[in-house]
């Protein structure tokens, strides 16, 4: 089964590539969005593991007698600190229905999962079916080789965005030797922000040691920590390919939606300067979740409940002004290097001071200027620019700096 669906999938994507590939702005693919772990590598099926969903806890044991059709009985809880906290019980399943057409076709019946009790009752037989199953080494690592192979059959030249779980991301072990031309692109979130839809700016879980980390700063260098592991395990198991954090963002219904009521959109500006100092400080790219030009208000974007979009038309009073229906928008509209003419060595935005800097490792032969965006909004339209060598020019918000001769440069821009 697993055979047939990954070579129907693969199929259907040389497809795609093979109507994209002679277009010049297509860098490549991604294998597969976010994948999930499932049921590989669970030592019991009787364990409940991970974030309860729709506030009842289920065991994968529980899930599979589910679909079989018998009825269940399952704790609801609540979370308190990001921990599921038992409040209640809940019938599941109690008409019956299957999701197989007959107990034939029932795979988990087949191989003997489980089975009927003395009692004629279903039982899990085989707890742990899964624990001798690796996700990566059995699952993801063969899958993207696959793909891999397939894809490059019809586009040869093509980049592969890769991405494993949050939880497996260290062991990731997939490098450029064993596949070339590759791109680490592993997502990052806030992941209680995530979960509980809410955020402070104060607090935060730590997802390795599931505890909370208290205080703006502490926040920050959690932040921080995080993007460095994705850049780290680009650099060293990896083999030295590039970190692209495919995606990253902010919930604006936090908070209860209190921006909808009130319009205040400070919070989420700070949770996505947090996000982008932490990109800055790791000097990694990253592209934001997400732009739906057709957000409702109601619906969110449109998908799965989810609510992340950087712009809704509902908000847009002035057609003229591209900011007109921007949401938090001094929050992504930030300062930054855009192109540079050697080595990016740091840079920084402080939106208190509206102060941005950058220290750049000038090739001695560089092959063009270093660029760099300095939105009006944050610095005006003729900020303050001192540069520690060469020139520069200012055209709209975009600054131009020409370089005589390589060395360490150093650039510092300020509101007037």
Known sequence: MQDYLQGHFIRAMQQVAQRLKSMPHVLGYGPMNEPGKGYLGLPSLSAVGGFPQKQVLVTPAESILLGAGFPRRAPTVRLENMQPVITGEAPLNPNGVSAWQSREHDIWHQVGVWDFDEAGQPVIVADDYFDDLDFLRD?????????????????????????????????FALSAAQLPNIINAGHWY??????SKRFDGQTTLNRRTLEQVHGPAAVQALYTANIAELAQLSRGPMGGIPTLIGEFGVMFDINERSAYRDGDFRLHETALGMIYNALDANRAHATLWNYTPDHDPAQGDGWNGEDLSI?????RTNPTDPDSGGRAVRGFCRPYVQRCAGDLLEMQFSPEE???QARVAVLAAAPGPTEVYLPRIWLG???????????????????IWHHN?????TLHVARR
């Open 405 to 409: 001769g390589g060395g360490i440069h």
């Open 311 to 315: 712009f809704s038309p509902a908000l």
């Open 354 to 356: 509206a102060v941005f």
């Open 139 to 171: 699952g993801l690592i063969p899958f993207i080789l696959r793909y891999a192979e397939a894809l490059r059959a019809v586009h040869p030249a093509a980049i592969l965005f890769v991405e494993s779980t949050s939880t497996e991301a260290e062991h």
């Open 381 to 399: 339209a003729d900020p303050q620019i001192t540069v520690s060598a060469g020139q520069v020019a200012l055209s709209e918000q975009r600054l």
């Open 190 to 195: 806030d992941e209680q922000m995530l979960f």
